[in-house]
C-alpha cells in the first residue's frame, strides 16, 4: 500500500503523471519532422520513446546532429524547437489530468506537504500551461527544460528542499534514476507512459506500481 501520509516532500514529473500528454508529444514530434525520410523518423521516434524526461532541445539535436547528421544541425535543431513549440502548446490546455491527479494534489495541498514538478518539458511553457489550468500556485517550484531533469533535481536537493522521506511520480527511467540518486521513493505511474519495460524494471527495484492516482493501491491515511 502507497500511505501517502508518510512523506514530507512530494516531486512529479508533468508528461504521463501530471497531464495524458505523452502520445500527444510523440505525434507532434512526428509533425515537425514530416518532412523527412520515413526511416530516420522512425529512429527518432523509437530514440524519443526511450528517453521519456529528455527535453525537446535535446531530442531535435540527437536527430539531426547524429541521425540525420546534417552539418547544419545547431540552425536545424532550433528552427524545429520553435515549430513544436507553436505546435504543442494550445493542446496542451487542453489536455485532461492524469485520473486521480488532482485528488491527490489536494490532498497534499491540504496537509501542507510542499509539491514540486521537475519536468523535461519546456519551463516556461509549464508556467503558462499551469497558471491557465489554475494550478500554478499548488506547487512551491516547477521545472523543465532548457536545464535537465537531474540538474533540476541536484537544485532542489542542494537547496534542502527535499524534505525526507519524500517520493517522486514519474514515468520514466530518467525519474526512477533520480529517485535512486537522491534517496526518495519512487512510484512508476503507468497508464500514460512510453517506458515498455517500466512495471518490470521498476518492480525490480521494489518500487511503487500504480496504474494512475485512482488505484486501490493509493492510500490517504
Given at each position: 500500500m502507497l500511505?501517502?501520509?508518510?512523506?514530507k516532500s512530494v516531486i512529479f514529473d508533468?508528461?504521463?503523471?501530471?497531464?495524458?500528454?505523452?502520445?500527444?508529444?510523440?505525434?507532434?514530434?512526428a509533425e515537425v519532422l514530416v518532412s523527412e525520410k520515413k526511416n530516420l523518423v522512425d529512429s527518432?521516434?523509437?530514440?524519443?520513446?526511450?528517453?521519456?524526461?529528455?527535453?525537446?532541445?535535446?531530442?531535435f539535436e540527437y536527430f539531426y546532429k547524429n541521425i540525420k547528421q546534417d552539418k547544419d544541425h545547431e540552425n536545424k535543431s532550433r528552427?524545429?524547437?520553435?515549430r513544436y513549440s507553436s505546435l504543442v502548446f494550445n493542446h496542451l490546455l487542453s489536455i485532461d489530468y492524469v485520473p486521480g491527479f488532482i485528488n491527490i494534489l489536494g490532498y497534499f495541498n491540504?496537509?501542507?506537504?510542499?509539491?514540486?514538478?521537475?519536468?523535461?518539458?519546456?519551463?516556461?511553457?509549464?508556467?503558462?500551461?499551469?497558471?491557465?489550468?489554475?494550478?500554478?500556485n499548488k506547487f512551491n517550484k516547477?521545472?523543465?527544460?532548457?536545464?535537465?531533469?537531474?540538474?533540476?533535481?541536484?537544485?532542489?536537493?542542494?537547496?534542502?528542499?527535499?524534505?525526507k522521506p519524500a517520493i517522486l511520480f514519474g514515468d520514466s527511467s530518467i525519474d526512477m534514476k533520480i529517485a535512486i540518486r537522491y534517496g526518495i521513493d519512487f512510484?512508476?505511474?503507468?497508464?500514460?507512459?512510453?517506458?515498455?519495460f517500466g512495471s518490470a524494471i521498476s518492480s525490480k527495484f521494489f518500487f511503487y506500481n500504480i496504474f494512475n492516482f485512482n488505484d486501490p493501491l493509493v492510500s490517504f491515511n
Open positions: 500511505k501517502l501520509c508518510h512523506y508533468c508528461d504521463g503523471v501530471i497531464l495524458q500528454s505523452n502520445q500527444l508529444k510523440t505525434s507532434v514530434f527518432f521516434i523509437s530514440y524519443h520513446k526511450k528517453n521519456g524526461g529528455v527535453s525537446r532541445y535535446k531530442k528552427i524545429a524547437v520553435k491540504g496537509n501542507n506537504i510542499p509539491c514540486y514538478v521537475v519536468s523535461g518539458g519546456d519551463e516556461i511553457e509549464l508556467h503558462k500551461i499551469f497558471k491557465s489550468k489554475e494550478i500554478f516547477v521545472l523543465g527544460s532548457p536545464q535537465t531533469k537531474f540538474k533540476n533535481a541536484e537544485n532542489l536537493s542542494l537547496s534542502n528542499l527535499i524534505k512510484c512508476f505511474v503507468k497508464q500514460f507512459s512510453e517506458w515498455k
